[in-house]
Structures are given as structure tokens and as C-alpha cells.
């Protein structure tokens, strides 16, 4: 059974930083693709970032956010930093198998990542 559990998320004020980590269980974890993806009530789940064979950021956090991996740990995190109220969401992780056949822009779809984590949310505000 694929469990996929986040943890790191919290209130932070503007500017500041939070760094998520996603534990994978039950899988070959370094076979897999990990994405990041966020979700605010109302809205879509919306793609953050992506590590496979590259790393992949949607516009909104590049320069800003930074997804690593520890294949050791089964772990990918994501570093966020300079932190804005526009960031406040619960965030997910997912994974999908990982294959040089896909491009980035598949990595970035919701529908191409099979298995989830439940999210953690992350509060940023004065």
C-alpha cells in the first residue's frame, strides 16, 4: 500500500520560509516522479513543482521555491522562501513513475500523478 505523508506546514509571516517534506512508503521511491501541487478552497489544485529527471516549476514560485530529493529517505521536500499571503494553501504531494518519454508539461498535470498525500497547509499572513 503507497502512502504518501507531508509534514512542515504551518503559519509563517511574509518574507519568511517553510520547508515541506513528503515521506513515501511502499513504493520503489526512486523510480518515481514527485510533484508538489497546491489548493486554495474554491480553486483548482494547481501545480508548484516537479523533480524527475529535471527539476520543473510552475512561474508563480520559480526563483522562490526549490524541490530535492532523498532517494536514501524516500523524501522530497520543498524549500520555500520569500513567502507571500498569495502562497496560502494546503499543499500535496503525489508521485508518479517517472520516464524520459514524458516532458515536463506532463509532470505539471494533476491527472498524470496516481498516488497522493492527504496535504499540509501552510498559512502565510502578518
Known amino acids: 500500500q503507497v502512502q504518501l505523508v507531508e509534514s512542515g506546514g504551518g503559519l509563517v509571516e511574509p518574507g519568511g520560509s517553510l520547508r515541506l517534506s513528503c515521506v513515501a512508503s511502499g513504493l520503489t521511491f526512486s523510480r518515481y516522479a514527485m510533484g508538489w501541487f497546491r489548493q486554495v478552497p474554491g480553486k483548482k489544485r494547481e501545480f508548484v513543482g516537479s523533480i524527475a529527471f529535471s527539476n520543473y516549476y510552475a512561474d508563480s514560485v520559480k526563483g522562490r521555491f526549490t524541490i530535492s530529493r532523498d532517494n536514501a529517505k524516500s523524501t522530497v521536500y520543498l524549500q520555500m522562501n520569500n513567502l507571500k499571503p498569495e502562497d496560502t494553501a494546503v499543499y500535496y504531494c503525489?508521485?508518479?513513475?517517472?520516464?524520459?518519454?514524458?516532458?515536463?508539461?506532463?509532470?505539471?498535470?494533476?491527472?498524470?500523478?496516481?498516488?497522493w498525500g492527504q496535504g499540509t497547509q501552510v498559512t502565510v499572513s502578518s
Open positions: 503525489a508521485a508518479k513513475e517517472a520516464s524520459r518519454l514524458y516532458s515536463d508539461a506532463v509532470y505539471s498535470r494533476v491527472d498524470s500523478y496516481k498516488y
